[in-house]
């Protein structure tokens, strides 16, 4: 069956980075194209990036453009996002998604504070 494992979540002072992973199974990982979402407490579910199938393709929220980074490794059946420059705002519960047909991880909570 699919699933999709977030990892790598977890406390970042104001400035730092983490790198989020979302192991993928039991599907052509290869040949679909994939997003991080997140939901900050009391919010909405929100877009952060997104990549095609090839890793050619990637288009990202303007809040985190310029900071964040999301890259594949289709080998390896791996998506990744690359926080750098992290703050407060950018606490959430992080999901990995692919996005045809549509499937959620359950998502890697991410807090950003001091």
């Known amino acids: 069956q699919v699933q999709l494992v977030e990892s790598g979540g977890g406390l970042v002072q104001p400035g730092g980075s983490l790198r989020l992973s979302c192991a993928a199974s039991g599907f052509t990982f290869s040949s679909a194209g994939m997003s991080w979402y997140r939901q900050a407490p009391g919010k909405e579910r929100e877009l952060v990036a997104f990549?095609?199938?090839?890793?050619?393709?990637?288009r990202y929220a303007e809040s985190v453009k310029g900071r964040f980074t999301i890259s594949r490794d289709n080998a390896k059946n791996t998506l990744y996002l690359q926080m750098n420059s992290l703050n407060p705002e950018d606490t959430a519960v992080y999901y990995c998604?692919?996005?045809?047909?549509?499937?959620w991880g359950r998502g890697t909570q991410v807090t950003v504070s001091s």
């Open positions: 998604k692919r996005n045809f047909p549509v499937y």
């Open positions: 990549i095609d199938s090839f890793g050619r393709d990637t």
